[in-house]
Every structure is written in structure tokens, then in C-alpha cells.
């Protein structure tokens, strides 16, 4: 990997506070502005970069709270929403919940039985089960959420997926998928790290489960009726079920992220098991049109870089097109190289081939 340049995000106190700087999980570019998630909030982040051309610093952050916006499923508002992807496409803001499970970690103050009730403990958290779109209209000059939008006369709400599309609830007989959602994310369970929107069709990046070396994207096609605009509901494709399956020859690894390159999308990905690297971005060739289920292996996919990563820190999770040839990168857990005395944080820009 060769980094072409490197850019600074800088973020307030509130966010420093809560660990949101060094618990990275996505990214996505819009013009001047930066959307930014940890996976440890119920918040998206914006940042504004210093200069539109060839920025070198994103800042001036401001944080919205999904609560805001829509109802989320948890009892506590700001209960983690694990957000794990976005995407910026017309109207909308995109943001998607890992919708997975964790299980509890030993910590080095844990011994004998005590460790080993706490590796037994699965739990689950609502406000991880979302997909969520949020209207974009200019506020001063940079994109702003709203609750609403009125385009051309048609309003455009606020809108989180409905209880009747759970997604962990439409996977539960999915002869691939289903055995897994009582498996941990982080022990090859279902695991959603990525979300890429390209027209009405929506493409969700699987972390896990990784099957025989086959990682999964899921397509959706999410729509909202007159009487319920802040409710999404998924369309049912040719063979009945609200989802496509599309599986990927990512050599063993899983989806970290995806993003939109023209009719192709840029697949960032990493091992779905709590491991460093190894680490890559793949092209996907014409994802975006594809028209039935694919089995996407051989020219339909080729390795484009192979990234960097560290002992214990420096995982990429977040990815990001920066013009038409270029990526930025953003990381959880980063190294402290990457940490400036005044709360910054490093995150690098890389040339395609």
C-alpha cells in the first residue's frame, strides 16, 4: 500500500469524550463535508474540510443524533446503534446497524470461572437492528439532515425500516444466512459493516457470515408508502423474497465496506473473526446493474490494493471515492502514530491502479 496523501479529522470534545475518534466505522464523502460514524454511538458526525479542492484537514464537526430524526427500536434513544456503514446518494443520508450479536470479552482483571461466564454471555442490542435514510438539503452552505424535505412538491420524511422488514427476522429461514444469527458478529455471525446506494437499490456489505470463503452482500429495494413516509418497506424481487443474495470470492475475507465506483463497487475487506489483517480493496465489476443473483468470482472481480494493518490496532473499516481515482481510508483502534497531540486523527488518501 502506498499512501498518495494523508488528511487530518478533528473533533470536538463530546466526541473525543466518547471515544468516537478512535472507534472508527464509516465514511463517506460529500463534497466539503465528511460523514462519519463510530460504532459505539447512536450519532453521525459531519466535518467539514479546510479547503474543497485538496483538503488536508476535516473539521468544525457537528453531531446529529439519529433519535432526532426517526424512532429507533431501543428503549434508550442513545443506546449504541453500532452504525457500521453510510452512503450519500440524491436526497439522502444512509446509515445501517451492524444487526448482529456480541458476546462478552474477558479483560485482563477476569479469572477462572468468572472469565468463562463472561465468554459465555450473548447479547443482543436494538437500535443495532436499523437502516435508516435522513433527507440532505443545504444549511449554510453544507449538507444538513432534516426530519423533512419537500422536493418539487413531493416531501421526502425521515425513514427507518419497519418492524415487519426486520432484517434479522427475514433472514431467519434463509437457507445460507439463517444458521448464523445466534452466532456473535465477531465469531462468524451475521455481521453488516457496509452499505453502498446506488439508484432505489440498496447493497449491504456482510462482514459474516463467511461460508467456504464466499462473504455476501445483500441487496434491498426500499421504497415508503403516502401513509407512513417515516416507515421503509422492501420491495419482493422474482423469486418472492425481500433481499438478493450476491456472493463474493474475497479469498476468505469479509466485507469491511462498501462504496460506489461508477457502475462498479469498491469492496473493502478484512477477516470476519477477530483477527489484523489481512486486508484488501476489490473491484466488483458492474454490481451496480447486475440483474439476478451472482456469483461474483474470476473477471467479475479483480484485487485492486493491499493495505496495511497493524498488531492490535489499525484495522480499515471505513472507505470512501475521493474524485474518480482515489480512496480514503479511515480507521478503528488507530495506531498512535495516528493520534496528534491536539485530538486529531490520520486518516489516509490512496491511489487506485
Known amino acids: 500500500m502506498t499512501v498518495d496523501y494523508t488528511v ?14 478512535t472507534n472508527l466505522s464509516a465514511v463517506r464523502l460529500d463534497g466539503r463535508a465528511l460523514w462519519i460514524a463510530g460504532d459505539e454511538t447512536a450519532t453521525i458526525e459531519r466535518l467539514i474540510a479546510d479547503d ?9 464537526e457537528a453531531r446529529f443524533r439519529l433519535a432526532d430524526f426517526v424512532d ?37 482483571r477476569h479469572e477462572g ?15 443495532r437492528q436499523i437502516l435508516v435514510r435522513l433527507p440532505v438539503t443545504e444549511v449554510d452552505g453544507v449538507p444538513t439532515p ?7 412538491g413531493v416531501p421526502h420524511r425521515a425513514a ?38 446506488r439508484d432505489d437499490r440498496i447493497f449491504l456489505g456482510l462482514r459474516g457470515p463467511v461460508l467456504r470463503g464466499w462473504a455476501f452482500v445483500l ?15 422492501l420491495h419482493r424481487f422474482e423469486d418472492g423474497l425481500p433481499y438478493r443474495k450476491h456472493v463474493l470470492d474475497l479469498e476468505g475475507l469479509g466485507v469491511r465496506d462498501l462504496c460506489p465506483a461508477g457502475n462498479d463497487l469498491l469492496v473493502l475487506a478484512g477477516p470476519t473473526m477477530d483477527l489484523d489483517g489481512p486486508v484488501r480493496i476489490y473491484r466488483w465489476h458492474d454490481a451496480c446493474v447486475a440483474e439476478v443473483p451472482t456469483i461474483v468470482r474470476h473477471d467479475l472481480i479483480t484485487r485492486e490494493l493491499e493495505l496495511t494493518f497493524g498488531e492490535g490496532d489499525d484495522h480499515a473499516e471505513g472507505l ?3 474524485g474518480t481515482d482515489r480512496v480514503l481510508v479511515v480507521y478503528d483502534s488507530p495506531a498512535a502514530v495516528r493520534l496528534e497531540a491536539d485530538g486529531a486523527v490520520v486518516a489516509d488518501v490512496l491511489k487506485l491502479p
Open 72 to 108: 429507533l427500536p431501543g428503549v434508550d434513544a442513545d443506546e449504541e446503534a453500532d452504525v457500521e456503514g453510510l452512503a450519500r446518494t440524491g436526497h439522502f443520508l444512509w446509515a445501517v446497524g451492524s444487526h448482529s450479536l456480541r458476546r462478552k470479552q474477558i479483560k485482563d
Open 113 to 127: 470461572p468468572k472469565a468463562l461466564r463472561r465468554l459465555a454471555r450473548v447479547e443482543g442490542q436494538a437500535n
Open 320 to 322: 470512501s471515492l475521493v
Open 146 to 152: 432534516v426530519r423533512e424535505l419537500t422536493v418539487d
Open 52 to 60: 474543497a479542492e485538496r483538503p488536508v484537514e476535516f473539521g468544525q
Open 219 to 233: 441487496e434491498l429495494r426500499p421504497y415508503v408508502l403516502a401513509d407512513e413516509p417515516g416507515r421503509l418497506r
Open 160 to 197: 427507518c425500516l419497519s418492524a415487519r422488514d426486520d432484517l434479522r427476522r427475514l433472514l431467519r429461514d434463509d437457507e445460507h444466512l439463517g444458521p448464523f444469527l445466534p452466532i456473535p458478529g465477531k465469531d462468524n455471525g451475521l455481521d453488516i459493516e457496509g452499505i453502498a446506494v
Open 8 to 21: 487530518r479529522l478533528r473533533f470536538s470534545d463530546e466526541s473525543q469524550a466518547a471515544a468516537t475518534h
